[in-house]
């Protein structure tokens, strides 16, 4: 499962997601800027990450934005295609 960490008016957050509900991938999402999740705002900051989304794939590595997120499924879905 991905987990996005954004905020709730991130043009690009909203992509990510949509991105990966298309291709069928489970994601939890976080939005930074609301009460409940203020706490994740101060570890970005901390971790020296600037920008949102900031993702992370099934396995804990983080992956980056939205454009990283993009080009990591295009290429899975590029290898797949080629291994048929």
């Given amino acids: 499962m991905y ?10 957050c909203n992509k990510a997601k949509t991105l990966l509900q298309k291709e069928g991938i489970g994601f939890m999402s976080y939005s930074v800027d609301t ?14 990450m600037t920008t949102v989304p900031q993702i992370w794939n099934h396995e804990g ?14 290429e899975g879905s590029k290898s797949i295609s080629t291994n048929d």
């Fill in 35 to 48: 009460v409940s999740s203020k706490w994740l705002l101060t570890l970005i900051k901390q971790a020296g």
């Fill in 3 to 12: 987990v996005i960490l954004g905020t709730t008016k991130c043009e690009f």
């Fill in 61 to 74: 590595k983080h992956v980056g934005g939205y454009k990283e997120l993009k080009e990591l499924l295009d």
